[in-house]
């Protein structure tokens, strides 16, 4: 009875993992999509606690207290910090609008829905049953990603599809070997650095964060 109260707290933030990237694909102004990534990086960190709690799989706790660390804390102060000093703080219009988004996004929960089941059934682990909303979490950012054309927002959409693939592991087999996500958290930390001068240098060279200007570079 105990195990299955479990299950059902992290189906309930599968559920809002699931919300907030819906949320994403609706938001335009970039301080507010920093905040849903935050609060994306809070559920995953709770399901994954649960988890560790309800299998005896100790490992997940530090897995856990990475996702506080790294998507919670860091990655937005990060995030905010460039949003300051790049006065980009503004709405960004998708390419797609957002009903459309929105109906594309529903077509792809329905299919990440359908790919997942005969997955989950081969799984052997009690969160097998939340691997469909992780794997729709995963559609869900990609076409974030492809639907804007500002860099931040971009940058957003990859974390957020990291998320959803974090989630799929946590869902699939109890997650990662800690010293491979400690690898992936330096990989990430050390790529937003670099974006973070990427975005400095576009945006001196542009005055713009828009990746349609650099289409406008052509080799001499």
């Given amino acids: 009875m105990s195990l299955t109260y479990h299950l059902q707290v992290v189906n309930l933030l599968a559920a809002l993992l699931l919300l907030i990237a819906f949320a994403m694909l609706s938001q335009r102004r970039i301080v507010a999509l920093i905040t849903l990534l935050a609060w994306q990086g809070v559920a995953l960190a709770a ?7 309800s299998t005896g799989q100790h490992h997940l ?4 207290a990475l996702t506080v660390l790294l998507k919670v804390i860091v990655i937005p102060w ?40 005969p997955i989950a059934q081969m799984a052997g682990t009690v ?6 909303i992780a794997l729709a979490s995963v559609l869900l950012a990609f076409l974030m990603m492809i639907t804007r054309s500002k860099a931040m927002p971009q940058v957003i959409g990859f974390l957020a599809m990291e998320n959803g693939l974090f989630f799929a592991a946590t869902s699939a087999t ?3 070997p800690m010293v491979v996500e400690l690898g992936v958290a330096l990989d990430v930390l050390v790529a937003l650095f ?15 964060l828009d990746l349609k200007h650099m289409e406008k570079l052509k080799e001499r």
């Fill in 127 to 132: 969160t097998r049953s939340t691997l469909g």
């Fill in 78 to 117: 990060y995030f905010f910090r460039l949003v300051r000093r790049l006065e980009m703080d503004r709405e960004v219009e998708p390419m797609i609008n957002v009903p459309t988004t929105m109906l594309i996004g529903i077509a792809l929960v329905i299919f990440a829905f359908n790919l997942a089941l």
């Fill in 47 to 53: 399901s994954t606690a649960i988890v560790a709690w």
């Fill in 194 to 208: 670099v974006l973070g001068i990427f975005f400095f240098h576009i945006r001196e060279t542009f005055d713009s």
């Fill in 174 to 176: 109890y997650g990662m």
């Fill in 61 to 64: 706790y530090g897995s856990a």
